[in-house]
């Protein structure tokens, strides 16, 4: 009776890695298959990219895929976030109180950075509280385990075999430990997420201790930042950018934030700043702007510069480039934008969405942790909610969720 059990466990086991094997797609097998022989191969690569064979050996001696990553990968959202969300989230009251905090507590430094660098230090805080809300969230990735993955199987490989060489280097020069070396699924690391091989490029020892260190080092992160965004063409004095008023029926064809134009065209065409001052009372005449409209022609204009570019670069998304942005203003004493979003639905601050997960969890929803954070489980749940109540049913998390549901 108990061989027959043991023989009935395992092949019920057997059963079951079958079944999952057919169920995977081929090539993903193929690829869990051949991981470790793709890895050993990539050892000459390493080599001739400076990663001593020591260093390759005894780092991925002991290392197995973590295929999660594929689907993190691959993954294309069904749920497209709106601008107005992006941005509540992002530059709540929470973060913009934390960030004047910050300012206050890193002044000694952030004066060493403007002077050494040029950016002023609202922007490099601003740029800290997007990226890993002032270094409460780095990221829990190996970026060893997780680049050599990415090396290895599923899309880009020739990217994230570069990424993983410059992991590796920087191991093996000394700057982090590989214990320490821990960041986004992608290889994003440190206060202010920089990838391994920008780390190599543009991270500076600010403190001049003999190594450079963006994850338990402060100040060592915010001269990198600064110095990021110098090489990235930051303009000392010079303004990101500004909402505007355009005139009654203005046309946008052929406008975008790419195809910058002086400051006489657009007072031309009858755009003014929103307290109807003339624009090169603000700016000089012959300084060259592009037009950012985030939400349409409905929603806040912009007039966006060279510095806005800069941001820009760090992640190419208009809307992470305005969140950071408009963080900055804020940090510095600025209001809020005067033109409202086009929506009768504004989205949620971190609060506010941790308020509504408990709302949710209050009602019997698993969701996990009311972290503010909101995933594929807290979206269900909402949708069960919005269905219930009679509301549109698209697992948003907005205000009007929130109040029918308090």
């Known amino acids: 009776m108990v061989n027959f059990s043991r023989d009935y466990m395992k092949l019920n086991a057997l059963l079951t890695i079958v079944t999952t094997s057919l169920a995977l797609p081929s090539s993903l097998f193929a690829q869990e298959s051949n991981f470790h022989q793709c890895l050993s191969g990539l050892e000459s690569q390493a080599v001739q990219a400076g990663v001593s064979h020591y260093t390759f050996k005894k780092y991925t001696a002991q290392l197995e895929p973590d295929t999660s990553l594929l ?8 749920f497209r976030t709106p601008i107005w969300d992006y941005m509540t989230a992002l530059v709540d009251e929470e973060r913009i109180d934390d960030g004047k905090a910050m300012l206050q507590t890193h002044q000694t430094t952030l004066k060493r ?20 809300n002032y270094g409460k969230n780095q990221g829990k990735y190996s970026l060893v385990n997780a680049l050599g993955t990415l090396s290895c199987m599923g899309r880009r ?3 994230f075999r570069k990424e ?19 960041g986004s699924w992608a290889g994003a690391f440190g206060h202010t ?7 190599e490029r543009l991270a ?19 001269g990198s930042t600064a110095n990021y965004l110098k090489k990235a063409g930051w303009q000392t004095g010079q303004p990101w950018g500004f909402e505007v008023k355009l005139p009654q029926g203005f046309s946008t064809t052929g406008e975008s934030r790419k195809n910058k134009k002086s400051i006489t065209y657009w007072m031309s065409k009858g755009v003014k700043t929103m307290n109807g001052q003339a624009l090169n009372e603000v700016v000089g005449s012959q300084q060259k702007a592009g037009l950012l409209l985030p939400a349409g022609i409905n929603g806040p204009a912009f007039l966006v510069f060279k510095n806005f570019d800069a941001i820009y670069s760090y992640n190419a998304a208009e809307s992470y480039a305005l969140a950071i942005a408009h963080l900055s203003d804020r940090l510095k004493g600025a209001k809020p934008f005067v033109t409202p979003w086009p929506t009768d639905d504004l989205g949620l601050s971190r609060r506010e969405r941790i308020e509504l997960q408990t709302l949710l969890l209050k009602r019997g929803h698993d969701i996990g942790e ?15 909610e919005q269905a219930r109540l009679g509301m549109t049913v698209d697992g948003r998390a907005g205000q009007k969720i929130l109040k029918a549901l308090q």
């Open 71 to 78: 689907e993190k990968l691959n993954y294309q959202p069904e």
């Open 113 to 132: 950075v403007a002077q050494l660098y040029g950016v002023d230090p609202a922007t490099v805080v601003a740029v800290w509280g997007v990226e890993s």
């Open 157 to 159: 490989q020739a990217f």
């Open 164 to 182: 993983f060489f410059a992991t590796l280097r920087i191991i093996q020069s000394g700057d982090i430990t590989e214990d320490r070396l821990k």
């Open 193 to 199: 997420q920089f990838m391994p091989t920008t780390f």
């Open 204 to 222: 500076v020892d600010f403190d001049n201790d003999g190594r450079r260190d963006l994850i338990d080092n402060t100040v060592d992160a915010l």
């Open 370 to 384: 009311a972290d503010g954070l909101i995933g594929s489980k807290t979206r269900e749940a909402i949708k069960k």
